[in-house]
């Protein structure tokens, strides 16, 4: 067994594409008509067979509440791995990316937390 796609709820598929690729730097894997949405994933540059994310949209009733909770918790809704979290901070923010969490040393991990625009928070991490 192995994850082959995860997803992420997004609040507009074009707004999550343009920030998860141009900000972010993951390249488009999957863009199909889905009935009203699409089937749109991006992935690693580094990985372009590997897992996809899927920019699945929020319009679940649940995923409203959910998603406002745990951004009013300041909970990210899921984590990516970077070489050197400090660097990627300081990259993020020369695009203007919003952070609610610096980069902070935890001892075994770094972690850091931006707001994706989209309705989530998301976590770097990069393990010592």
């Keep these: 067994m192995r994850i082959n796609v995860t997803s992420v ?59 406002q909770a745990l951004v009013a918790d300041g909970i ?5 791995a970077v070489d050197d979290v400090y660097a990627e901070v300081e990259r993020l923010k020369g695009l203007a990316v919003q952070f609610t969490q610096d980069a902070t040393d935890l001892g075994p991990v770094v972690t850091a937390v931006f707001d994706d625009t989209c309705g989530n928070l998301i976590q770097l991490a990069t393990l010592k």
């Design 9 to 67: 709820f997004v609040d507009d598929q074009a707004k999550a594409l343009a920030f998860y690729t141009e900000k972010l730097g993951f390249t488009k894997k999957t863009d199909e008509p889905a009935g009203a949405a699409r089937w749109l994933t991006v992935v690693s540059p580094a990985e372009p067979d590997g897992v996809e994310l899927l920019l699945e949209p929020d319009g679940h009733p649940a995923v409203g509440p959910f998603k």
């Design 76 to 80: 990210p809704f899921t984590q990516f």
